[in-house]
């Protein structure tokens, strides 16, 4: 089993910053990539970002390509997002995804994510 809490969400002005984290524990060196997924309202959760732990190599949904970056700290069990030049669309709930072999996902409890002026 792995537990995820995600922190950092709130409101922003267009053009602003947010860092999101997501503190993994549990069973995490089992875990082979972990992601970044967000739901706007009346939409579906898309994949925002995702990043392979053990090892290297990130993909990014194009809409956040070149503004949001997502790394981790293996020693801290920890996924970030860097989100930078924010937009009213980036508005959402943002979840952290953690994968492991077998088909084994977990997921947090979200964060709000709100871009507005």
């Known amino acids: 089993q792995v537990q995820l809490v995600e922190s950092g969400g709130g409101l922003v002005q267009p053009g602003g910053s947010l860092r999101l984290s997501c503190a993994a524990s549990g069973s995490t060196s089992t875990i082979y990539t972990m992601a970044w997924y967000r739901q706007a309202p009346g939409k579906e959760r898309e994949l925002v970002a995702a990043?392979?732990?053990?090892?290297?190599?990130?993909n990014y949904a194009d809409s956040v390509k070149g503004r949001f970056t997502i790394s981790r700290d293996n020693a801290k069990n920890t996924m970030y997002l860097q989100m930078n030049n924010l937009n009213p669309e980036d508005t959402g709930v943002y979840y952290c995804?953690?994968?492991?072999?077998?088909?084994?996902?977990?997921w947090g409890q979200g964060t709000q994510v709100t871009v507005s002026s």
């Open positions: 990043i392979i732990i053990r090892g290297s190599g990130t």
């Open positions: 995804n953690a994968y492991r072999p077998g088909g084994f996902q977990s």
